[in-house]
């Protein structure tokens, strides 16, 4: 039977969540007491209440709205792909989230595309969130400190997204001790730093990883090579008692070249992002948070070829840059009322396919029109508290020019919770959105090479949803949640012709999406064990010309497992052995294919695509297993783990063909072994 203590923690020392630290003190009395007795700059930030100190935490946590919560310290002892921790991995396990094709980074939840999910890093927006082809994120996980997903209800805070939204926050540096971590996979090598910039009023975090075979196929003079790098910073400083100034930036990039001794290829991509936020607590009741942000995104393509007598070459360029801010106010009006209100403001601009060239001696130069957006927003947000009832109410209006077009977005957004105790609870969600941009993806299914555009004609995205769910714990162990939604979707825009597209001279038809789904969770957990399942139902569909047919993702039955026990587990000795598993099968997906084919001027086989899924994938399925070793020294920690990614060798296809009257899939996960050392010093 699991015992637990309610009391009150106070860290004189805090230490960050990998080196759990012994607790300096164990105060038993209020919190607010507490926080009397220490300065303003340290009580609001480890003055601690009412802590229920327990073996092991669930995988994942559903908030009162209805949100879903990982717990970041689980990601170590999840299976390792190629040697990272990957957040994105995590977020995928969740029901009604789906990766899209095995392996790839995307988040498409509840019928949605990966464009209709907003991924924001530290409240700033990321257009392309993949390495390696989307393989890993590009999230580290020695930096993360939370995540969470809104696939219901979202606060009116934020808006632009017809799906979801994602939340994704980097940890602060130590305010006390200088630490330092390197881990060594099989394939990367990553480094970080933190620590106090003035002891309790100020923080440092550097981190950077480097995909290293790049290195190695360069030395081995092999034609193709890949690596990518990524390097994240965050300062955090208190200005004031009352004010806290933080600074934080990443910068990452991906490239891949295949050369011979006539031709070469390169392509490449990276994002770069920076903010500064400033937080401030003007009284005991109003709070407000300001931040300033930009963020870029730069897909690059580049070709040469060379002969005796001839060199052509081009380059081709894809950009997109932003550049926002955004005020928000919390205001505690009275015990059971509370009021979020604020506004936003962005100004992005997008430059499209810009092609330089040389051929047979003469420069070319091709540009697509780059176009711009520009968005405002009002929005305000009301939560209020009776008894065991909560609503949470709120508006959205936002304004949105491009083209020469103007467009404006009116999201009510509402929620009605009910808490009855020992973590049982419904809601009911009602949620309109809107969107003003679209992710152009050429082949059919998203690739980190694909671009952004704003709306077309004035009319945006839009979309509304109603969601009906509950929790409910049964004995102490078992927690189980269902949610069923509805969603309807308008002026999807289903691009057929880039060019006349880019030109502004149509090339696409709207189209309108209809989904249902049913999602399901139960969790279990005790001293050693921990256990998620989770089953998806979800029936979508778009329609456009007259026809309806399944969306290019809609995935009807989807089961995950994860499964994490300690096999060793002693806290005196500071050693504890874990083994993980996790068990994944779905329906498989839609694929546009047909037997039309024509040949290319080079002797080979194009094959036709049709404009809506003509057949589906065989089933997904896939298990992976990690073994974790984690042994804690009086100066930090060591882990070893070791993984295995597609333990049964299942082949899932990622795309199809036909060929010579049999259809032939290409397989990108074969089974992937790998290793991962981390050694933390505090």
């Not at 630290?21 to 003055?47: E, K, Q």
């Not at 962005?346 to 780059?370: D, I, L, W």
């Not at 694909?450 to 102490?476: H, I, M």
Request: hydrophobic residues 35%; charged residues 20%.
């Amino acid at each position: 039977m699991i015992r637990t203590l309610a009391v009150t923690l106070l860290f004189l020392h805090p230490a960050p969540a990998d080196a759990r630290t012994p607790v300096d003190t164990v105060a038993l009395m209020p919190a607010d007491a507490v926080a009397r007795m220490l300065p303003d700059s340290v009580a609001r930030t480890v003055a601690i209440d009412s802590v229920a100190v327990t073996a092991r935490k669930p995988l994942l946590t559903i908030r009162p709205t209805g949100n879903i919560a990982v717990d970041v310290e689980q990601l170590k002892y999840a299976p390792l792909f190629a040697g990272e921790k990957d957040i994105f991995k995590f977020l995928q396990l969740m029901p009604g989230v789906s990766a899209g094709k095995d392996g790839m980074s995307g988040l498409l939840v509840r019928g949605g595309s990966n464009d209709q999910t907003q991924i924001l890093y530290d409240d700033v927006p990321i257009y392309n969130q993949a390495h390696a082809y989307g393989l890993l994120s590009i999230f580290s996980g020695e930096t993360v400190q939370s995540a969470e997903i809104a696939k219901g209800y979202i606060s009116p805070a934020y808006g632009s997204r017809l799906s979801a939204l994602t939340q994704i926050r980097s940890r602060e540096g130590d305010r006390c001790r200088h630490g330092q971590s390197l881990t060594v996979g099989t394939l990367s090598l990553g480094a970080t730093v933190d620590g106090p910039l003035v002891r309790g009023r100020g923080a440092y975090l550097v981190s950077g990883r480097y995909f290293f075979p790049e290195a190695a196929l360069a030395i081995a003079r092999r034609p193709v090579r890949f690596g990518f790098h990524d390097f994240t910073a965050r300062l955090t400083y208190d200005v004031h008692r009352r004010h806290t100034l933080t600074l934080g930036a990443y910068t990452g990039d991906d490239r891949m070249r295949n050369a011979d001794r006539e031709a070469s290829n390169r392509f490449g991509w990276g994002n770069t992002t920076a903010s500064l936020r400033l937080h401030s607590r003007w009284s005991e009741t109003l709070n407000s948070t300001a931040i300033v942000y930009y963020t870029f995104l730069y897909n690059r393509q580049q070709s040469r070829f060379h002969s005796d007598d001839v060199t052509n070459e081009g380059k081709t360029t894809f950009q997109t840059h932003e550049l926002g801010a955004r005020l928000t106010f919390d205001q505690r009006i009275s015990d059971s009322y509370s009021l979020e209100y604020g506004a936003n403001f962005s100004t992005q601009r997008f430059q499209p396919m810009h092609t330089r060239a040389r051929v047979n001696g003469k420069r070319q130069e091709t540009r697509y029109p780059s176009s711009e957006l520009v968005s405002g927003a009002l929005f305000v947000s009301n939560r209020l508290q009776w008894g065991r009832w909560r609503l949470d109410a709120g508006l959205r209006g936002a304004l949105y020019a491009a083209g020469g077009k103007r467009a404006f977005a009116c999201e009510p957004r509402a929620q009605l919770a009910c808490d009855f105790g020992q973590d049982r609870a419904v809601w009911l969600s009602a949620t309109f959105n809107s969107q003003a941009l679209v992710q152009f993806n050429r082949y059919y299914y998203s690739l980190p090479i694909d671009f952004w555009t704003p709306f077309r004609d004035g009319r945006l995205q839009r979309s509304w949803q109603v969601a009906l769910g509950g929790r409910t714990r049964v004995g102490e162990r078992l927690t189980l949640s269902l949610e069923g939604y509805l969603k309807r979707m308008r002026n999807l825009p289903l691009i057929y012709d880039s060019d006349d597209y880019l030109l502004d001279r149509g090339g696409f038809v709207y189209g309108t999406g209809r989904v249902f789904g049913i999602e399901a969770m139960a969790q279990w957990q005790n001293e050693r064990l921990s256990l998620t399942d989770s089953y998806t139902y979800t029936n979508s569909h778009r329609r456009s010309e007259g026809v309806t047919y399944p969306f290019d993702y809609d995935i009807p039955h989807d089961f995950n497992t994860f499964a994490s026990y300690d096999v060793v587990h002693q806290p005196a000795r500071g050693r504890r052995h874990t083994f993980t598993i996790n068990v994944a099968w779905r329906s498989g997906l839609p694929y546009r294919l047909t037997n039309m084919a024509y040949p290319d001027p080079e002797g080979g086989t194009i094959f036709g695509i049709t404009p809506h899924p003509t057949m589906r994938m065989r089933n997904y399925f896939r298990t992976d297993i990690s073994y974790n070793m984690e042994r804690r020294r009086h100066n930090g920690v060591r882990n070893w783990q070791f993984s295995i990614v597609n333990l049964t060798w299942h082949k899932n296809p990622v795309s199809i063909y036909p060929d010579h009257g049999r259809y032939r899939a290409t397989v990108l996960i074969p089974i992937l072994p790998s290793i991962s050392y981390t050694r933390t010093f505090r």
